[in-house]
């Protein structure tokens, strides 16, 4: 099954709160998890991205934490700023470097 | 730092009516990808091309689309007959290698 499942739809996060993002899946072959964010009217763009033989990547103020047994990973936003409002799909990787996208999620962060 | 390209940003259409979507990926990659996002969903996969030929494609990618990469830095994707449900984002993608895909602005294409 090459769905990956995302939640929560949106979240609206206070400046300087935490923004947590969770993404699921079923497939055991995927081998790869980036984390796109996308800007309106803008291609989505690589943030973070992890293997599944690792369980944690810190990039700055983003982290992805994988948790393999249970085919969950989730993006977490530290000390989220007005400028990281935006929407962010996870990703999986599969076949010849095919993505399969999770329906997204809106963060909105209020000053 | 380089970046792939698209053009037009947004294109309109009658149904029915054949387009082409032009992409510039990095000019030292080699996998190059076609991917949609319909409004308000998520971003879809629709066909992967290397070597001058389509690696893997979806169910979506039917007869009515065809790619091309008619010179050494053109990536095309055409619809030969639009229809309604083809309006939405497409985004062009490439990669040097087994990476992470390098995604283009978009072309929004509307079908009138």
């Known amino acids: 099954q090459q769905q990956v499942k995302q939640s929560p739809q949106s979240l609206i996060v206070q400046k300087g709160g935490i923004s947590i993002i969770n993404c699921a899946y079923e497939?055991?072959?995927?081998?790869?998890f980036p984390w796109y964010q996308q800007f309106p009217g803008k291609g989505p763009a690589l943030l973070i991205a992890i293997r599944p033989d690792v369980s944690e990547k810190k990039e700055g103020r983003f982290t992805i934490s994988f948790n393999k047994s249970a085919k969950q990973f989730s993006l977490h936003i530290m000390d989220s700023q007005p400028g990281d409002s935006a929407t962010y799909f996870c990703?999986?990787?599969?076949?010849?470097?095919?993505?399969?996208f999770g329906k997204g999620n809106q963060v909105v962060v209020i000053p | 730092e380089p970046e792939v390209t698209q053009t037009p940003s947004h294109q309109v259409t009658q149904m029915g009516q054949e387009v082409i979507l032009r992409c510039v990926p990095i000019?030292?990659?080699?996998?190059f990808y076609w991917y949609r996002q319909i409004l308000g969903q998520k971003v879809e996969f629709l066909v992967s091309f290397y070597n001058n030929e389509i690696s893997e494609k979806s169910e979506i990618f039917d007869d009515q689309f065809s790619v091309e990469r008619p010179d050494g830095s053109n990536f095309t994707l055409k619809i030969r007959s639009t229809k309604l449900e083809d309006s939405a984002m497409y985004f062009c993608?490439?990669?040097?290698?087994?990476?992470?895909?390098?995604f283009g602005p978009g072309t929004r294409l509307t079908v009138l």
């Open positions: 990703a999986a990787r599969y076949g010849n470097n095919r993505l399969a």
């Open positions: 000019s030292n990659h080699l996998y």
């Open positions: 497939n055991t072959a995927f081998d790869y």
């Open positions: 993608a490439s990669i040097p290698g087994p990476d992470t895909q390098y």
